[in-house]
Nanobody
Framework: QVQLVESGGGLVQPGGSLKLSCAASGFTLDYYAIGWFRQAPGKEREGVSCISRRGIPLYYADSVKGRFTISRDNAKATVYLQMNSLKPEDTAVYYC???????????????WGQGTQVTVSS
């Protein structure tokens, strides 16, 4: 069963950091680009970042540039999103998905997982 499972979310104060993980099972992660997406309450899901099969970051949303870093460890079948200098507006459910990174923003391919909640609040 093809599955991506997000973890690492939580409650953090403004200015804090979190590192999200996206663990793959049921398929070979190496073959796919992976995107991180987020959906805030009342808003549409948006692309946050995207990484190539070989680990090259190909996209960051303007709102997270300089604060978020995407990476992957294919040996561990895991993609990460390091989030620093978090702001209240980063509050959302974060999802990872197999994605196409080549356009103006990532496009998810396939199904969504459960996501992981990130809440930035004092």
């Amino acid at each position: 069963q093809v599955q991506l499972v997000e973890s690492g979310g939580g409650l953090v104060q403004p200015g804090g950091s979190l590192k999200l993980s996206c663990a793959a099972s049921g398929f070979t992660l190496d073959y796919y680009a992976i995107g991180w997406f987020r959906q805030a309450p009342g808003k549409e899901r948006e692309g946050v970042s995207c990484i190539s099969r070989r680990g090259i970051p190909l996209y960051y949303a303007d709102s997270v540039k300089g604060r978020f870093t995407i990476s992957r460890d294919n040996a561990k079948a895991t993609v990460y999103l390091q989030m620093n200098s978090l702001k209240p507006e980063d509050t959302a459910v974060y999802y990872c998905a197999i994605a196409s990174c080549g356009g103006s923003s990532p496009v998810h391919l396939g199904s969504w997982g459960q996501g992981t909640q990130v809440t930035v609040s004092s």
